[in-house]
T-cell receptor, first 110, second 112 residues
Framework: DVKVTQSSRYLVKRTGEKVFLECVQD?????MFWYRQDPGLGLRLIYF???????EKGDIPEGYSVSREKKERFSLILESASTNQTSMYLC?????????FGQGTRLTVV | QKEVEQDPGPLSVPEGAIVSLNCTYS??????FMWYRQYSRKGPELLMY????GNKEDGRFTAQVDKSSKYISLFIRDSQPSDSATYLC????????????FGQGTRLTINP
């Protein structure tokens, strides 16, 4: 079975902290994605990557950056966390049609 | 206007009812259409996908795509309490990396 693992299920961080969210997949997928999920807004794409060291902005990249040094790992970085970044963050990896999601990281910024 | 619109509900129906979930979209380049199911505190899981127009059936679930109307549907027959979840439609264009665009999700509750 494909597995997408996010490093934390729950995180609480302070305003202004630098936050790292890690995602690892075990199926050699080329495409990886970071979404955030908020009530009433669905999943919104933050960044995606189609190859090692390649990245593309999604619909809401402001306040975020990403890193993909190895094919299996895609990291989301909040440079200076703010309260409006409190959300559920979902990582996905994809080959062809189906995207496989991790369990999500619920981040609270206080 | 959002690229993909989905009524967020919530939708509550009795066990055994037929459920209809719908999405509309504006991007005529979308070719792949998917339905994801998300249980509480879990990541979304792919339920069904359809390429271009037409119907697809899988057990109690039927997905329909009408590209002329830019409208997709998911029907659940003989609904069960275990079907209670949030259902998300998603779409993508053909060229890689085929990033998925999601609807807002519909929260569905099946009452025993």
């Amino acid at each position: 079975d494909v597995k997408v693992t996010q490093s934390s299920r729950y995180l609480v961080k302070r305003t202004g902290e630098k936050v790292f969210l890690e995602c690892v997949q075990d199926m050699d997928h080329e495409n990886m994605f970071w979404y955030r999920q908020d009530p009433g807004l669905g999943l919104r794409l933050i960044y995606f990557s189609y190859d090692v060291k390649m990245k593309e902005k999604g619909d809401i990249p402001e306040g975020y950056s990403v890193s993909r040094e190895k094919k299996e790992r895609f990291s989301l970085i909040l440079e200076s966390a703010s309260t409006n970044q409190t959300s559920m963050y979902l990582c996905a990896s994809k080959m062809n049609t189906e995207a496989f999601f991790g369990q999500g990281t619920r981040l609270t910024v206080v | 206007q959002k690229e993909v619109e989905q009524d967020p509900g919530p939708l509550s129906v009795p066990e055994g009812a037929i459920v209809s979930l719908n999405c509309t979209y504006s991007n005529s380049a979308f070719q792949y259409f998917m339905w994801y199911r998300q249980y509480s505190r879990k990541g979304p899981e792919l339920l069904m996908y359809t390429y271009s127009s037409g119907n697809k059936e899988d057990g109690r679930f039927t997905a329909q795509v009408d590209k002329s109307s830019k409208y997709i549907s998911l029907f659940i027959r003989d609904s069960q309490p275990s079907d209670s979840a949030t259902y998300l439609c998603a779409m993508s264009e053909v060229p890689p990396p085929q990033k998925l665009v999601f609807g807002q999700g519909t929260r569905l509750t099946i009452n025993p």
